[in-house]
């Protein structure tokens, strides 16, 4: 039992990474109906702007560690916003009135050009960072194991939960989140009452790159390493999340993430790690198959 709650632990921290992801995908398609595939790169990128940012400090001799991290949200968060904004801007904004097809093509373009440039700007190996947030908590303890909370760990689901507070206050109480729910609804008729579509949309790609960022950081302390090839990879895992869950819903994003967290954990744990994505994905088939929109996702109404 004390072995199932640290893999608990685990899959809760792992998950709360891909809920910060999924939000990205979300939000994207609940407002333009379409999967922005550079949202995982755009997260790999602010895994290294944080990277680059806490080595700087120590260079300094910055040596207190809250003081330091709040530097590094804010510089990553800034400066990864940017790369979300252009994407949208030379991406998905002269395409938007193509067909379907088109935007795809170019966000697949931009999650290439990216990977491309962090590889070549940063070489290809893992670039590492040494602990910063050290120490935890013994919460259970048997002749044979204890269960242990870090210290990272609760930095990590902390942060996830009070951006998801504070992002869903946004949405639910600011002109912006109004102006957002209105272009979800229909674009072309919140247009014609006012609402500036395209800096909505500009400022819903900034927001899920800033959020993606903090999820690079939270995945740097957490890991330690970072490479110009795990934005695929969580990505993918993110964007299943978000299907999972319900996409386009924000609190099915951040269940999805969870999910599909735990999934990954406790299936390496007791199984073959080896098949750790099989299962996630495997469960992601059976549940489209009995909820074809997602646990928490709506049907999709056509409008005429």
């Not at 995908?25 to 999967?35: E, L, W």
């Not at 590889?119 to 947030?133: D, E, M, N, T």
């Not at 204890?146 to 002109?175: E, H």
């Not at 924000?250 to 098949?275: D, H, R, V």
């Amino acid at each position: 039992m004390e072995y199932f709650f640290q893999q608990l632990i685990n899959g809760v921290t792992l998950g709360s990474i891909y809920g910060l992801i999924a939000i990205g995908y979300t939000m994207v398609y609940g407002i333009i109906g379409m999967i922005n595939f550079a949202h995982g790169d755009v997260f790999m990128v602010g895994g290294f702007i944080a990277l680059i940012c806490f080595l700087a400090l120590m260079a300094m001799g910055l040596t207190a560690i809250p003081l330091a991290l709040f530097i590094v949200l804010l510089v990553a968060m800034g400066l990864t916003a940017l790369y979300g904004w252009t994407v949208e801007r030379f991406a998905y904004r002269p395409l938007r009135g193509s067909f379907r097809l088109a935007p795809l093509i170019s966000a697949i373009g931009m999650s290439i050009i990216l990977q491309n440039y962090v590889q070549i700007a940063q070489g290809a190996r893992v670039k590492s960072l040494p602990p910063l947030i050290e120490g935890g908590h013994t919460l259970f303890e048997s002749e044979t194991f204890s269960v242990q909370l870090s210290n990272v760990q609760i930095v990590v689901v902390l942060t996830t939960l009070v951006l998801m507070v504070a992002f869903s206050l946004v949405v639910a109480k600011t002109r912006l989140g109004r102006d957002m729910r209105a272009c979800e609804q229909d674009l072309k008729m919140a247009s014609l009452l006012g609402v500036d579509i395209d800096r909505t949309i500009s400022l819903t790609f900034v927001i899920g790159a800033a959020l993606a960022s903090v999820a690079g950081i939270m995945y740097l302390l957490y890991y330690g390493v970072v490479d110009f090839f795990i934005g695929f990879v969580a990505g993918v895992k993110a964007f299943t999340a978000a299907v999972l869950g319900g996409i386009g819903s924000l609190p099915g994003a951040m269940l999805g993430g969870l999910l599909i967290g735990l999934i990954e954990t406790m299936w390496s744990a007791y199984f073959s790690i080896e098949y750790k994505d099989v299962a996630a994905f495997s469960i992601l088939i059976v549940v489209l198959i009995f909820l074809p929109t997602g646990i928490l996702g709506r049907p999709e109404v056509e409008k005429v």
